[in-house]
């Protein structure tokens, strides 16, 4: 019986890196996947972005920025802006007393610009 080809089939190490440009996620670690191709190991990258009100175009300082279902997260600073290391594809909720919610998808670039808050309706 050949081992290596059992090996092989088992588990495939797949080198993955991704170009920097424009924001891009960088990953140049070697990704371990399955006989059936479903990675078995989770990855956490930085993303970045700005939150400001939609009407005045003024940053927010300390509204949240969580994992949807999970509740961890950080505030934006003075300036609105904040950084999270999440898993790829999390969906990440946007919220501040007196706005709007909005859901955003962390996926395959790592500047996530800037994120316009409504106000609530009076």
Sequence with gaps: MNYRKLIGI???????????????????????????????????????????????????????VIRKGVGSGVFTDADGKFNITVQMNTVLVCSMIGYIPREINAGIYANLGTIKLRPEPE
């Design 10 to 64: 088992l588990i495939i190490v797949v080198g993955v890196a991704s170009c920097s440009k424009k924001g891009h996620i960088i990953n140049s670690n070697l990704e371990k996947k399955d006989h059936t191709g479903s990675s078995l190991v989770t990855e956490d990258y930085n993303y970045f972005g700005t939150i400001i009100d939609s009407v005045t175009s003024n940053p927010i300082p300390g509204a949240d």
